[in-house]
């Protein structure tokens, strides 16, 4: 074998091996994927971001009822671009992985958990009520500048698309990744519990 030959051969495999160990903080070359504290976190600080740009240029420019209506726009058009670019760039997962494959098994897990959240409010409500901790004040009349209808749905429809993102960003990205990093360096049940309470600690504090 020349020397032209061994050079050519040699150099680069010096530049990958050298870009492989510049990259290995962000980068998992095995997996051909970012690094799981990466994954975990990157969705919801974009996602995040993105959302308090939307609020800071729909509120100024926009008034009720029109402002509810794009704020939903773009939050619906927010979420499913987080979901995509970290399905296909971030995390390199079939988007069913995040929980997001409509079957039959997902429509009974979807009553029920509506259920169960419906009937959590409303009891803490009353158990409020009842025990004087707040006190109603008043009714609202009207819905203002949009028939009672569409502005139930708005309002249903944001409260749906702010639950979806929670789902996606906590239990979707956050709890999958940080379960999956450490799951090669302890038992798996020790990983989910790890994972179970980092992803909770997050939640209750952007709360």
Avoid: C
């Amino acid at each position: 074998m020349s020397l032209k030959s061994t050079i050519d051969g040699t150099i680069p495999s010096v530049v990958q091996h050298g870009w492989q160990r510049l990259t290995w903080p962000v980068w998992n070359h095995e997996q051909g994927r970012t690094r799981a504290p990466l994954r975990a976190v990157l969705p919801l600080l974009v996602t995040f971001m993105g959302l308090a740009a939307i609020i800071t240029l729909v509120r100024p420019r926009f008034e009720h009822p029109i402002q509810e209506s794009v704020e939903l726009l773009g939050l619906i058009a927010l979420l499913g671009g987080g979901i995509l670019i970290s399905a296909k760039v971030l995390d390199r997962r079939p988007i069913a992985e995040y929980g997001l494959s409509v079957d039959r098994e997902w429509i009974r897990s979807f009553a029920v958990g509506g259920l169960i959240g419906t009937v959590i409010n409303a009891g803490t409500f009353l158990v409020a009520l009842g025990a004087g901790w707040l006190t109603v004040v008043d009714f609202v009349a009207g819905a203002g500048d949009l028939p009672f209808p569409l502005a139930m749905f708005v309002a249903f429809a944001l409260t749906a698309v702010a639950a979806s993102w929670e789902e996606f960003v906590f239990r979707g990205a956050m709890l999958k990744n940080l379960a999956e990093g450490v799951d090669a360096h302890i038992p798996r049940w020790a990983a989910v519990s790890i994972a179970l309470v980092v992803s909770t600690g997050v939640f209750a504090f952007m709360h």
